[in-house]
């Protein structure tokens, strides 16, 4: 098995929405491919803080992850949000979700960024044993509160 994490770009959008679609799948949620394609495109457009790699094995995408980058004032600096993160289930417990973020976090620490969060399921165990091999844990003092404001239009 020979693998590679890689930036993504444009010319993955399609690669990209149809790993979210299964990614989706696996919670039962109906992805908007549309909306999905638009998503990846402004984030791919290089104007927005957002950074996507792409896992693959033998040159076929099997995952990716997503990073969004804002501005935290407990940190003084730049903090990272993974906010995507799917490996393809035959490809799962090969170290390739470890791999892409191992690659986010090293690209992290070169740009500076302060401090890394993500959200993971209550009862998805196998997602937060990855994530705790990284360093994140559960903070006792927290927790995400969150509110649909509007579905944004993409204009890219």
């Known amino acids: 098995m020979s693998s590679t994490v890689r930036k993504a770009v444009t010319e993955d959008i399609a690669k990209l929405v149809t790993l979210m679609t299964a990614f989706y799948a696996e919670s039962h949620y109906q992805l908007d491919q549309d909306f999905a394609g638009l998503a990846f495109a402004d984030a791919l457009s290089g104007q927005r803080h957002c950074h996507i790699w792409i896992v693959e094995i033998n040159g076929e995408a099997v995952g990716y992850v997503v990073l969004s980058l804002r501005f935290g004032m407990e940190y003084g600096g730049m903090i990272g949000h993974i906010d995507d993160l799917y490996v393809a289930p035959e490809q799962r417990n090969k ?9 986010l976090r090293g690209f992290c620490v070169q740009q500076g960024v302060c401090a890394l969060t993500v ?13 705790r091999r990284l360093g994140l844990l559960k903070a006792a003092d927290r927790q995400v509160l969150s509110v649909a404001l509007a579905r944004a239009s993409h204009v890219v």
Do not use: I, K, R
Not at 95 to 103: M, P, Q, V
């Open 95 to 103: 170290g390739l979700s470890s791999a892409l973020l191992e690659t």
């Open 119 to 131: 959200e993971v399921g209550h009862d998805n165990a196998a997602a937060q044993a990855v994530y």
